[in-house]
């Protein structure tokens, strides 16, 4: 069976986006990227919730010529993977290989990864929590940049207690850290 893997930029205090809405203090550098892309290599399917799918929109017309080879690399690979978002108030998609999903349903998706050949990433807190609230989610995959922002929107689920296995971590030159984690039984609070 495949792994359903939570990935996500953060603060060092576990915000993916500022007060405002700002994230471009966790825009991965060349070697951070890099190491990101060989991740995500596997992957054969998104899910997202809306704010997640419009902000990764962006990566449908990013990877062009004058971008360079790390940007273009995942380019490639994020319009050659199936995404499916998960919203009540999205009427279409602008992306290629994208559906909508108007429920979250954790049978559906264990259907999805036993059907699949290739690991399926979930982005977005919302998202993610109702994903380890049904005990779907089998790893994680932290990037962490070495920030405080103080408030703002949490990478981390409300309720839920989660016992996790440290499985690698990397230190990068820009001073963000990666850490693996195997996530261990489900402990919904």
Same mark, same amino acid.
């Given at each position: 069976m495949v792994r359903l893997i939570y990935s996500m930029l953060m603060s060092l205090d576990g915000y993916i986006a500022d007060r405002s809405g700002k994230f471009d203090w966790a825009e991965p550098d060349e070697e951070v990227h890099a190491f990101l892309?060989?991740?995500?290599?596997?992957?054969?399917?998104?899910?997202?919730?809306?704010?997640?799918?419009?902000?990764?929109?962006?990566?449908?017309?990013l990877g062009t010529d004058p971008d360079p080879g790390f940007i273009r690399d995942f380019a490639e690979m994020w319009r050659a993977a199936d995404k499916v978002v998960y919203s009540k108030s999205l009427s279409t998609v602008s992306t290629a290989k994208t559906r909508i999903e108007r429920a979250f349903e954790p049978e559906a998706i264990n259907s999805?990864? @036993?059907? #699949?050949?290739?690991?399926?990433?979930? *982005?977005?807190? @919302?998202? #993610?929590?109702?994903?380890?609230?049904? *005990?779907?989610?089998?790893?994680?995959?932290?990037?962490?940049?070495?920030?405080?922002?103080?408030?703002?929107?949490r990478a981390f689920p409300a309720r839920v207690r989660q016992g996790l296995s440290l499985q690698d971590e990397r230190r990068f030159g820009n001073g963000m850290v990666y850490l693996h984690y195997r996530v261990i039984g489900n402990q919904a609070a």
């Open positions: 892309n060989q991740l995500e290599r596997g992957t054969g399917t998104y899910l997202y919730g809306r704010r997640m799918y419009e902000v990764m929109g962006a990566w449908d017309t999805m990864k @036993s059907a #699949a050949d290739h690991d399926t990433s979930i *982005g977005g807190p @919302s998202l #993610a929590a109702a994903a380890f609230k049904a *005990g779907l989610v089998d790893v994680c995959h932290f990037f962490v940049s070495p920030i405080i922002v103080g408030d703002g929107t």
